[in-house]
């Protein structure tokens, strides 16, 4: 099991940047599945980035080349930097793990992005 933790949402104007960070309740070195997904109103549940215990990264279309996923085993937190920020990009933001294939999930933190 683990416990998640999100913050570094809030209210931005389209075109800036964000960095919201994910602190995990134990050791996330062998946590191979890690990611963020969003859900803004009305709409499913979106996954936006993945990473592996590996480094290695997937990113959603509509966030490629703008957002960027990271992991700090050390300091047990991902991290999610967004940049370019659109008005389409607002929702709530989740960040998971997957541990021997079930999902745990944060709160979540809003992010809105508007002028």
């Known amino acids: 099991q683990v416990q998640l933790v999100e913050s570094g949402g809030g209210l931005v104007q389209p075109g800036g940047s964000l960095r919201l960070s994910c602190a995990a309740s134990?050791?996330?070195?062998?946590?191979?599945?890690l990611g963020w997904s969003r859900q803004a109103p009305g709409k499913q549940r979106e996954l936006v980035a993945t990473?592996?215990?590996?480094?290695?990264?997937n990113y959603a279309d509509s966030v490629k080349g703008r957002f960027t996923i990271s992991r700090d085993n050390a300091k047990k937190t991902v991290y999610l930097e967004m940049n370019s920020l659109k008005p389409e990009d607002t929702a709530v933001y989740y960040c998971?793990?997957?541990?021997?294939?079930?999902?745990?999930w944060g709160q979540g933190t809003q992010v809105t992005v508007s002028s």
């Open positions: 134990r050791s996330i070195v062998s946590i191979n599945g």
């Open positions: 990473i592996t215990s590996g480094g290695s990264t």
């Open positions: 998971y793990a997957t541990i021997r294939l079930i999902n745990y």
